[in-house]
Each structure stands twice: as structure tokens, then as C-alpha cells.
């Protein structure tokens, strides 16, 4: 399977390394973007020819003009397709450009560059497939699992009008924040502003482009975002008026202690953090490979005793910041970094 990837801005190359780490040869073209010598190709048609897949991580300004280039040398046995925020205007283009002829598909991988660099799983991507080629998308399911993805299915309108709600009103009120001083990482800040962080730092690493296309090019954020403001409007207006609790906030919030013992309410955080704990310890195994295939490329060993004493030190340092037992912590420490060592050395981590 060889792929072509129009387009090597941030997210072209997060999906060129999604492949590569899957052992998947790919070109990519990108008239502005720096790409190294082995994977670029001199012409968009040149990154086509003989491909099996065709992918468009292009802003959506540039999809047609891209298609009407390529679209002589595309042939039947190839698949188009997108892997935009939003999918209406994408998946109707490709429609009208492609038509019959070549199979393509509509696709949103809901994860970016920082998501992939963060080894996150598991990895979502809706595919909103064409009238025209239904075998197209099942194929296209079929090679995101191949790349541990998990995949959702939408039409394109229902997928946008989700993605007004969600993705384009997360970015929205982040923006504003960032806009208004709102740091990431504020020296003092509650447990309910880590939530903000990763969406954040998301509009922060984003050039615009993103940000653009899932307000302007969604035929749904505009509306959204209208809704949100008025409803912030009022609730503005409220608080500065001699307002009640209940006018404010007319919708009760359920008192956990009324419902349950507060033992079991207890239990049931910690549960719940236990859950959080094993996600990131998958995530740390997963770096922990990434780590062993470059050490193995740069011919390192994998034991590194300095990193393994800089770490734990750096680990001590940041459990005196938050009050907690320094050895205790480092205990910790050692036991993951005994985990990482057999991850890395290929031995099962499990047992």
C-alpha cells in the first residue's frame, strides 16, 4: 500500500509519521512545505501516480484546484480522500470533481499532531462515506484500523453540526481566553481548569488554519457561536444584577452525599482516577516504544543510567512542589522506569 499526501503542513506530516510508524510508504507535495529529500515528490501528479491512496490535508481553499490537477492521471483503482475538520463543502466537492469514476471518501481524524506526539489512545476518526462509492469507505475503515484507529460513522451534515457544537465552540472560547491573557499553565489554577489545557494548547500550536476552517467553512458555527454568546450574555447580565442562585442557574446540581454515603462517593472518585492512571500508563508504554525504535536507530543502548537519575531526581523535585512524599513518589518512579526498560528490551510489560 502506497499512499500519496497532498498537503505536509502539521497535519500532513503527524499522518505521514502515523504511516511510517505503521511501516506504510508514502510521497507528499507541498509547494511551500519543507519535506525531506526521501519523501518528497516533485509535482502533486507525481505524488499520485501509482499511489493506492490519494490523501488531501490541504485547506479546503486549495482541494479543487488540487483535484482538477490530478485528476487526469487518477484512475479506479485509487481512493481520494480528505482528512478535514469539516466535511460538508469536502465530501460535495469531491463528489462533483470525482463523481462516479474514482472512488473517495470523507474522513475527520479527531486527533492532530499533539495528540499522536502524546502516543494518545485510542484514536477516533469518523468516515462519512459517499452514495457514490460505499466500497470506498469500507476500505477506508478497514486502513485506519490497520493504524489502531477506531472508527465512527456520520453523513457529512450531521457530522458538522457536531463538530459546531463541539470542536468549533471549544476552539471559540479558547481563542478567547488566550485572547483575553489566559495562560495554559497559570502558577495557580483548580482541577477544573485542567480539563482547558489540552484545547488551549491546541489554538495556541494552530497557525490559524485550523481555527479558520472550523468557523468559516463549518455552515453550522455560526450559529453555535451566536447561541453561546447570547447565553453568556445573560448569564453576564445576571451576575451583575441582584440575581438569585436559582435564577442564575435555574437547573439544580444534584448533591452527591444525598444520594450516597460519602464513603462510596470516595470509592467511586478514586475509581474513576484509577481509570485516568491506567490511560496514562498506556500512554507511557507507547512512548517507551517510540523510544526503543529511536534508540535503535541511533545504536543506544537501552538502559541510560544519567536520563534514569535526572528523571528521578526531576520526579522528587515536582512531588516536594505538590506537598507529597518524596520517596514514596520516587518508588513510583523506579517501578515505571523498571516497566519502560522491558518495554523497551521487547519483554512482556504485563507481567
Not at 131 to 153: D, G, I, V, Y
Not at 171 to 200: C, Y
Not at 207 to 215: E, K, R, T, Y
Request: contains cysteine; proline residues 6%; negative net charge.
Amino acid at each position: 500500500m502506497s499512499f500519496a499526501i497532498l498537503g505536509y503542513g502539521r497535519f500532513g506530516r503527524a499522518f505521514g509519521t502515523l504511516l511510517a510508524q505503521a511501516g506504510l510508504a508514502f510521497k507528499a507535495y507541498d509547494p511551500i512545505a519543507e519535506i525531506p529529500d526521501e519523501l518528497r515528490a516533485t509535482s502533486a501528479v507525481d505524488a499520485v501516480r501509482g499511489a493506492r491512496w490519494v490523501v488531501l490535508a490541504m485547506p479546503i481553499s486549495r482541494m479543487e484546484s488540487a483535484l482538477n490537477e490530478i485528476r487526469s492521471v487518477l484512475g479506479s483503482d485509487q481512493i481520494v480522500m480528505d482528512v478535514g475538520s469539516v466535511k460538508v463543502g469536502p465530501c460535495s466537492l469531491l463528489d462533483r470533481c470525482l463523481g462516479a469514476d474514482i472512488p473517495h471518501v470523507g474522513t475527520h481524524p479527531l486527533f492532530g499532531p499533539l495528540s499522536l506526539a502524546r502516543a494518545e489512545r485510542p484514536l477516533r476518526v469518523v468516515i462519512c462515506a459517499s452514495s457514490l462509492h460505499p466500497e470506498a469507505a469500507e476500505k477506508t475503515r478497514a486502513l485506519f484500523r490497520k493504524l489502531e484507529c477506531e472508527c465512527l460513522n456520520e453523513d457529512p451534515e450531521t457530522h458538522d453540526r457536531n463538530m459546531a457544537q463541539t470542536h468549533a465552540l471549544a476552539f471559540f472560547v479558547a481563542k478567547g481566553l488566550l485572547d483575553v491573557g489566559v495562560g495554559e499553565d497559570p502558577p495557580i489554577a483548580p482541577p477544573s481548569f485542567q480539563g482547558l489545557k489540552h484545547t488551549l494548547e491546541a489554538v495556541r500550536a494552530d497557525a490559524g488554519h485550523l481555527f479558520a476552517a472550523i468557523q468559516r467553512e463549518n455552515p453550522f458555527a455560526s450559529e453555535a457561536r451566536a447561541r453561546l454568546v447570547e447565553a453568556l450574555t445573560v448569564i453576564h447580565q445576571k451576575l451583575s444584577e441582584e440575581s438569585t442562585v436559582e435564577e442564575i442557574i435555574p437547573m439544580a446540581i444534584p448533591d452527591l452525599r444525598e444520594r450516597s454515603p460519602e464513603l462510596r462517593e470516595v470509592r467511586e472518585l478514586i475509581d474513576d482516577v484509577d481509570r485516568e492512571i491506567l490511560g496514562l500508563l498506556e500512554q507511557r508504554t507507547r512512548l517507551a516504544q517510540r523510544a526503543a525504535k529511536a534508540k535503535a536507530v541511533m545504536g543506544a543502548p537501552v538502559l541510560d543510567p544519567a536520563r534514569e537519575k535526572s528523571l528521578l531526581e526531576n520526579r522528587r523535585q515536582w512531588a516536594r512542589e505538590l506537598g507529597l512524599n518524596e520517596e514514596m513518589v520516587e518508588e513510583v518512579f523506579r517501578t515505571l522506569l523498571r516497566v519502560s526498560r522491558r518495554v523497551q528490551a521487547g519483554q512482556d510489560s504485563t507481567n
